[in-house]
Each structure stands twice: as C-alpha cells, then as structure tokens.
C-alpha cells in the first residue's frame, strides 16, 4: 500500500509540472506586432517593461493593458494618435503576456508619472478585464476605463467610475451578446459603442486571431473609429 501511495504521488506531482510546464510554453506562443505597428512603436520611449508616448505632464494618461499573449507593440497606433492629441499613454508587458496575472500593472506607472492630473485603463480583450480589477481596487487614483472588445471583471455599478465600451459587430470572441450582458455590470451612465464590420483582432495590429470573424476594415480604420470615440468621451 505504502509503495502504490508512493508512486500515485509522484504521478500526481509529475502531471502538474507537465500541466504548469505545458502552460508557460502556451502564454510564449504571441501574437506578435505587423510591421506596421512596429513603425508606430519605434516613436515611443521604452523603459522598465513599457512604451511611453507624449508628454508625462499632459492633463490625461491612460494605460492600455494588451489582450492575452498580445504583445504590447501591437497596439502603439494608439499611442501615437492618443498623444498627438494630449494624452499621455503608457503601454506596458504583462507577466507571462496575460493581463489577468498582471492586474496592478498601472500602479508602478501611475505612481511615476505623478504629473499627469487624470488617469484612465483601458485594455483590449483580457487585458480590458484585468484594467477594470486594477480600477475597482484603486478607484482614488484613476477615473475610469475604457473596454476594447472586454468586459468587467466584476460588477462595477457600486463604484465612482466611467466606463467606454467599444466592441466590434462581428467579433468572434467578445461577442455582441456578451457586451450587451456586462451592461448590466457597469455604471448607469457607461458609454457603450459598437463599430460596423469590426471584429476581436482589427483592435491591435497583429494580424487574424483563432475564433474570430473576418472583418471588412483594415486594422487601422477600426482603431482610427475605436481611437476617434476615445478622444470624443475622454
């Protein structure tokens, strides 16, 4: 009995290294930036982990949390277009490319750049509802969030925070129906905004994503509507 207990151990513990090898290996597959995108991220500054773009005295900030295995270059456009309107944005890696192991990614970043009087997290797919757990815990230091195919992580009604919502009508994987559901965990006066033809990938400029629908927009002109109503509402 001993020596069957022995070997049902090892057994147990030998499957949940394969299990937590087999994970790490999964989260290294990215998505990684066109060369598109790679032109927009060579305008940022890079340091301790992140892209920076603008001014870090600009009035407004928003941190932008990647989608899950997502790499952060992906999503420079929005930086680039963001701060040549004011706003300061900081986008940054994430543990293991996955924003729901990361969710405090902002604080370091929002406690550096001090002088930036308004703070908002936004976040694409996973990397959405990962900023809504960093917002809900830290509602002092940021105003609100700004979802790109995402939801709340849980409810926020109870919370002093605004809320954008932009989707796209043929997203495969942040269905329609889903960001019609997490209404009912948003504040009452939560912005929401649907994008014609849009779809889960066209958000970041990473090429087509597993699950999705193919969309009649190039990546750019959904990310000039997405970028175009986040300026209208910041």
Sequence with gaps: MKKFLKWTALSIVALLLVAVIGFLVWTQFTYGPTDEAETYAAQAVEEEGY?????PASEVGVVLYPGAKVEKEAYAYYGTRLSEEGVFVVIPSLR????ILDID???????KYSDVK???VAGHSLGGSAASGFALEHVSQVEGVIF???YPIRSM?????KVLSISGEQDGLAVPEDIEASRD????DSEFYQIKGGNHANFGMYGPQKGDQDSPLTSKQQMDEAIGKILEWL
């Design 148 to 150: 790109l195919a995402s």
């Design 105 to 111: 990614a902002a604080e370091p970043i929002i406690e």
């Design 157 to 161: 009604k109870d919370r002093d925070l």
């Design 51 to 55: 892209l920076a773009f603008g001014d």
């Design 118 to 120: 308004a703070w908002y």
């Design 96 to 99: 293991l490319n996955l924003g």
């Design 185 to 188: 965990d948003a504040p009452a």
